[in-house]
């Protein structure tokens, strides 16, 4: 009986190979039997669940070229609540780029994340997808406080204790005015050690098509702050937001002590003047 251990052993390792080989065989011809498009969703969703990090990261950036796909909104939108922040960003922004109006409930519902990084994303897919919640947001970061006078959200209040987070975020958020649109933000950084005015001047930038009076006095308040770099903006803000009511507000800023903000105001005073006279 002892000498016919070895063989059993045998067949039961030739039987173990036989039903792998099978099973990968199987799972072969599953996949040879579907079409490019179902082979390649499958990768999308095996991916958006894969336990690493970076493969759920590099999958939801993925879904942002699907433009109008509704099955590719669900897949991003499952992962606003992903443990990891990086994914919870990157759904948000694939969501923005997705460009769904679907998405929006979600979307503000992540406006209380914890987060920064997630808090900026959510709040520039509501601005792709032509939300208004989103320059309450971008509104906060500018003055400190909400257009209507409550407390600030505990994301917003994070956004404005978290200067680092900011300074990770600020070149995607953009500060989009001459002479810095060219400039990265390092460049930037550089020159003030400042983390905070960058942001602030990008929200600036991403208030000028808030139609809401209160933002047109924030802005103009803005002209006037401390940090010359948020004072242009302002100032570039004003000029593309198209209200030649807010000359007279900004004319003291061409004695402004900085370069580029008196070159910033008499832009603005020549744009919105001229606009004036074109609709005359």
């Known amino acids: ?6 063989l059993r052993r045998l067949q039961m390792t030739k039987v173990f190979a036989l039903a792998c080989a099978l ?3 199987w ?3 599953i996949a040879s039997a579907q079409t ?4 390649a969703w499958t990768i999308l969703e095996q991916n958006v ?3 690493r990090d970076e493969t759920r990261i590099a999958a939801i950036e993925a879904l942002g070229l699907l433009v109008k796909d509704d099955r590719a909104r669900r897949l991003a939108e499952s992962k606003l609540t992903d443990a990891h922040a990086d994914v919870r960003a990157g759904a948000a922004a694939a969501l923005g ?6 998405s929006v409930p979600a979307l503000k519902r992540t406006l209380q994340d914890k987060e920064t990084e997630v808090v900026f994303a959510a ?3 509501l601005l792709q997808l032509g939300d208004p919640t989103a320059f309450q947001v971008y509104y906060a970061v500018l003055t400190g406080e909400r257009k209507t006078g409550e407390p600030l959200l505990e994301s917003q209040m994070n956004m404005l204790k978290d200067p680092d987070a900011l300074a990770r975020i600020g070149l995607e958020t953009g500060i989009g005015f001459i002479p810095f649109g060219g400039m990265s933000y390092k460049v930037v950084k550089s020159f003030r050690q400042d983390n905070v005015s960058p942001v602030r001047a990008a929200a600036a930038q991403r208030l000028a098509n808030d139609p809401d009076p209160a933002t047109g006095r924030a802005l103009v308040a803005a002209t006037s702050d401390d940090k010359w770099l948020v004072r242009a903006s302002a100032l570039s803000a004003i000029a593309r937001r198209g209200d030649a009511a807010l000359v ?3 004319v003291p800023r061409l004695d402004d002590e900085n370069e580029t903000v008196r070159c910033s105001a008499a832009a603005a005073i020549v744009r919105l003047g001229a606009a004036t006279g074109a609709r005359k």
Do not use: F, K
């Open 1 to 6: 009986m002892l000498c016919c251990l070895p």
């Open 23 to 25: 099973a990968v065989g």
């Open 27 to 29: 799972q072969a011809g």
């Open 36 to 39: 490019p498009i179902e082979r």
């Open 49 to 51: 669940a894969g336990q």
């Open 97 to 102: 780029q997705i460009g769904l109006p679907a």
């Open 123 to 125: 709040t520039s897919a």
């Open 248 to 250: 007279p507000a900004i």
